[in-house]
């Protein structure tokens, strides 16, 4: 009828437009218009989709072409949505788009959602996404001014990892390269450690404590230093002296990115204020903790958005009033909306309960 005409591409047009066009539109807000690099360098348009609920990235068989890839001559065994276990070869793709660039692991996959040339997933894109919800909080303020307060003058990132001399189990540092949460990917060095220490006022006292070794007990909390880490060993009155736990004597700067692993990573679960302290208490430890986990906890956006209920009270047993006239208490309730009645064209019922000893 001549209401369409076709209009070619002009050349030089990218392939993935015409390619993006065909995802459905429920994908498109979360796709990528970004490009594959074969063996020679060349790039080629791919379009990317970013999945958060995958462990692992794909790539279709029908979009990827031979030179693109490197099979690893490995297979992984992955479980789909639907349940049905697929083991799948292993290859070595380049990718350059928004969500990762640069070699990455996918597992070959006969098919994609139309449109799409690669799923990226939790392996390759493991930054935490923030859900913008519009809302400023009054405790999200007050943490917002906290962290603004407690961001550090000097560089607490470092690239080397605490020496395992420096305190008996160097194990605990570990804590600092969780891979999933993108601003704790560091390991924080000893000498950044100690100078952030040193440089606490809030923490000074407790170097004169350690100087004095021996005047506390371990039941209190005996503080020492140890290669120049400031550690607090914490035990029991039963526990004998020079034993006990020790537990690292954080700075105010580090604080809020322990909290961080303890609490808000999906690992950690977003567990309440006890059982939060208790697993920070098994390695770390700093004045006025108490008051800081429970804060830290009370005032999580993520908890608050789930409305995490405190204890509940169970409501006390009373007696009933005895009723002793006729339709002196009633209750009433409405049911519906129901299917409309053919004859009265009502959709609700009025239900009356008369209340009798």
């Known amino acids: 009828m001549g209401l369409l005409s076709t209009v070619s591409a002009p050349v030089g047009v990218s392939e993935a437009r015409c390619v993006f066009t065909q995802v459905d539109k429920r994908y498109v807000p979360f796709c990528d ?25 794909l790539v279709s068989r029908h979009c990827i072409q031979a030179g693109e890839f490197r099979d690893t001559e490995e297979t992984r065994v992955l479980k789909g949505i639907g349940g049905n276990i697929l083991e799948l070869p292993l290859v070595e793709v380049t990718i350059d788009c928004t969500f990762a660039k640069g070699q990455v692991l996918c597992c070959l996959i006969d098919s994609l ?33 906290q962290e603004s307060v407690e961001r550090p003058n ?3 990132m470092g690239q080397s ?51 004095n070794k021996g005047s506390v007990g371990v039941g209190r909390g005996e503080h020492e230093v140890v290669n120049g880490v400031l550690v607090r060993r ?70 608050q958005r789930l409305g995490k209920d405190a204890v509940r009270v169970k409501a006390p047993l009373i007696n009933l009033p005895v009723i002793d006239e006729v339709f002196a208490r009633i209750a009433m309730d409405v049911c519906g909306p129901l299917a409309i009645c053919d004859k009265s064209r009502n959709r609700f019922i009025l239900t009356v309960i008369r209340f009798h000893v």
């Open 234 to 303: 914490w035990g029991d009155k039963h526990t004998p002296q020079g034993s006990g736990i020790m537990q690292i004597v954080v700075p105010k700067q580090v604080r809020r990115r322990i909290l961080k692993i303890a609490h808000d990573i999906p690992a950690s679960g977003h567990l309440g204020t006890q059982k939060t302290l208790d697993r920070v208490l098994r390695h770390f430890w700093w004045p006025g903790m108490n008051t800081y986990v429970r804060e830290y906890c009370r005032t999580c956006d993520i908890c």
């Open 113 to 145: 959602p139309n449109g799409v040339g690669g799923l990226i997933g939790n392996d390759v894109a493991s930054e935490r996404e923030i859900v913008d919800v519009g809302v400023l909080t009054r405790a999200q303020t007050r943490l917002s001014a």
């Open 33 to 57: 218009k970004g490009s594959v690099i074969d063996q020679d360098g060349n790039k080629r348009p791919f379009v990317f989709l970013r999945d958060s609920g995958s462990l692992h990235s």
């Open 154 to 156: 000097v560089p607490i």
């Open 161 to 211: 990892s605490v020496a395992g001399s420096s305190v008996e189990s160097a194990d605990k540092f570990q804590l600092f390269s969780m891979s999933d949460v993108n601003d704790l990917s560091a390991y924080i060095s000893r000498a950044d450690l100690i100078q952030l220490q040193q440089t606490d006022d809030e923490l000074k006292p407790l170097f004169v404590l350690a100087e």
